[in-house]
């Protein structure tokens, strides 16, 4: 079998998790597989490369740095030197040159007190470039040969949207080229979450973007299945720290784990099913604690249950944005001005709702686009097409997902009289016309609670249909 096999961070903590990921890998080389492995940073380094880089044009000081550095430098030789002793000479000197790399960007953006997108990309990707080369020793360590790569050089080339990148078209062929060959005499270790534009600058591909590298570099390979390993037994009915009875979910189709994903539930990327799903490539999503579990199969085909409803996602980081005027009744073109001012700057719109009247557009964003979307509108408000905008950040999303949903009656009934029975306020409603969820928009202290509800109403903590 050709595996693409993805390891998050939780997955490569440690030494001790790196053994564990490794006796994985050991097994199916054993057995003659060909795996090519996507991995990300160690669990929390891109969050702490996220909060430094954020903070450097503005702070005082450069006083973060160094501890920061230091604080790297002995996690990774830590990881290093318990991973892969053998290769401590070899591989303590690259990671050495990556953190003076790292040193140095990180006091020139400070000295130009400016950030871009590009050079917050660059230093975002070093979570990665300081882990992939141990990951690569503690494979070699096995006696298996290993080649490391970033995501450039493996062929992943993306749009130029810093932070957000997507992959072109011509992917595939090129991964094919770059990775093809090499997997026939060892286990290339591909960086996750990065890319390059054409032009060679660094990208990454939104946050958990090792996900979609995954199924990149799986669909480019022609892999036969990519296992998606972490530290949960599959995708679960809800996040299992808001639903504590939440359940593992054996098989869901590519459609519902898009749908999931998209509003919320971080188990995988929104973009990461695409490429696998252009390909007809199952993804099972496992746990490298407990690799014995089956996990979750993710492919085309949608299994109906007899709950209808199998998952329920909510995501807090959002907000609402509602535009009223009168002027909006009747008059073409007001919805065009409004989705084209805000896809000029890029602002992603999770939920559009409008109402009967015509007088009231509402509309759900990251809560991280919030500001540039209201800098965005304000130029309509001046011209008079819409009266007003009114922003507001206390407000979370819940998504009801299942492909089941599709023609049966009364699902929406069910949800919303459970909610109202509950005391549970709904403020916006949304269907996808695939009719595979339902997305609606509560008070943000209601969120769990909604939650909560909706998995006992469908009754999701019980065994699924075989
Ligand atoms: P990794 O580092 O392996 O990429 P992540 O932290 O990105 O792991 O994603 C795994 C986590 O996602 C789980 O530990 C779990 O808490 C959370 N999660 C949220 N929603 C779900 C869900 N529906 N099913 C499974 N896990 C979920
Ligand atoms: N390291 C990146 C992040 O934390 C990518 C990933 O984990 O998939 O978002
Ligand atoms: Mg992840």
Known sequence: MRLLMKFGGTSVADAPCIGRVVDILEQHYNKGDEIAVVVSAQRGVTDQLIEIANGLPTSKDVSAIEPLIKTLRTRHMTTLTEAAPGFVNEIGPIIEERLQDLNNILHAVHNLRELTPRSKDYIISYGERLLAPILGAAIEQRGIPSVVMDGCEA??????????????????????????????????????FMGCTAEGSVTTLG??????????????????????????????????????DARVMPELSYLEVMELSYFGAKVMHPRSIEPAMRKNILVRVKNTFNPSHPGTSIVRHQKRDHRVVKALTYIEKVAAININGAQMIGRPGVAKSIFSALADREVNVMMISQGSSEANISLIVDEAHLDIAAQALAPLLSQGIVREVIQNRNVAAVAVVGSGMVGAPGTGGKIFTALGKAGVNVMMISQGSCEANISFVVRQEDGPRAVRVLHDEFHLSEAPDE
């Open 155 to 192: 062929g992943i080339v993306t749009t130029s949207q810093h932070g957000e990148s997507t992959a072109l078209p011509d992917c595939d062929e090129r991964v094919r080229r770059r990775i093809g060959g090499v997997l026939k005499t060892s286990v290339p270790v591909i960086m996750g």
């Open 207 to 244: 946050r958990s973007g090792s996900d979609y590298s995954a199924s990149i570099i799986g669909a480019g390979i022609d892999a036969n299945e990519i296992w998606i390993w972490t530290d949960v037994d599959g995708i679960m009915t809800s996040d299992p720290r808001v639903i504590n």
